[in-house]
């Protein structure tokens, strides 16, 4: 049986300030199996920023992904959002958070 | 492979580019009108001399700022990881520093290279049409030129007035031109 296809992945990422978010991005969408990339500023500081890594595509590789994040200097903390089948699923809120 | 453009406007090989050309233009100067004093009988012996400096000071520019700036740029480096708390080797900042540094010490060498052969090749010409003053009164005028262009350019950077910087950098060659003319002997 095939594995599902990757359809989103959401990465916490921490990375020096060069190269820049827009590179970053641009660098990340270059990567063969992604589509569409999304990079938010959680937190900055003197030397480093810590990002959020949104993918998106019809099979993301992670290893790739994490690969490219690395050869440009950052690193993964988390993996903080996956989707993965025929279509993407939205987290839903539950009755607990309302 | 970085693009010259990309190296023209990078700031660190922008004042060793400046700088260093400003020592060859001066050096050169000095040459030039010590050669002349000295009663150097041919134009060709001083360009020779021009030569042996371009390459001096061409070779000092290159070899220092490499040293220099292999030593600043992985201390910048150290200070990222320790933030990152991860080895940095080998990964785009890494590589994009090295390549920096590589920038950074070849428009080093090249500043002042380009100064000296720029102001000793009017004395190519020495025999004809100009003389060894001649040559030297024109190798000096370039030695200005020279020097003015590099002030002009650091004052359109900064904006302010890019003629008042100029001459304000051009006024240096014509102040060693004067000592080397004073100095007894």
């Known amino acids: 049986m095939s594995t599902p296809p990757m359809r989103r992945l959401v990465l916490d990422v921490l990375k020096p300030h060069k190269p820049s978010m827009t590179a970053f991005a641009s660098e990340i969408a270059s990567v063969a199996t992604v589509e ?5 500023l959680v937190e900055t500081d003197d030397k480093v920023q810590n990002i959020k890594l949104t993918v998106e595509g019809d ?20 993996v903080d959002e996956v989707a993965v089948g025929e279509r ?8 607990q958070e309302r | 492979m970085t693009r010259i453009s990309e190296v023209l406007v990078d700031p660190i090989s922008r004042r060793y580019f ?13 040459i030039v009108v010590g050669a002349y004093l000295s009663g150097v009988p041919d134009g060709f012996t001083v360009v020779k001399i021009g030569v042996g400096a371009a390459v001096g000071l061409g070779t000092s520019g290159f070899w220092s700022v490499w040293e220099i ?22 990964t785009r900042p890494h590589l994009k520093k090295r390549e920096a540094r590589r920038s950074n010490a070849f428009m080093s060498g090249l500043g002042p290279i380009l100064a000296v052969l720029l102001t000793v090749s009017p004395f190519l010409f020495e025999g004809e049409p100009l003389g060894m003053l001649g040559a030297t009164l024109v190798s000096v005028g370039v030695a200005v030129a020279v020097l003015f262009a590099l002030g002009a350019y650091m004052g359109k950077l900064s904006r302010r007035a890019w003629y008042v910087a100029g001459a304000r950098m051009g006024l240096a060659g014509v102040f060693v031109a004067l000592i080397n003319v004073l100095l007894p002997g």
Do not use: C, Q
Not at chain 1, 90 to 95: F, G, L
Not at chain 2, 18 to 30: E, I, K, M, P, W
């Open chain 1, 59 to 78: 099979d993301v590789d992670t290893e790739d992904i994490e690969s490219e994040v690395k050869g440009l200097g950052g690193s993964v903390h988390s």
């Open chain 1, 88 to 95: 993407i699923v939205e987290e839903r809120p539950t009755p």
């Open chain 2, 18 to 30: 400046v700088s260093n050309g400003f020592d060859g233009a001066l050096t050169s100067v000095g």
């Open chain 2, 69 to 90: 700036e292999k030593a600043e740029k992985l201390a910048e480096l150290y200070e990222i990881e320790e933030s990152m708390l991860e080895d940095l080797d080998e």
């Open chain 1, 36 to 40: 569409a990339v999304n990079v938010a």
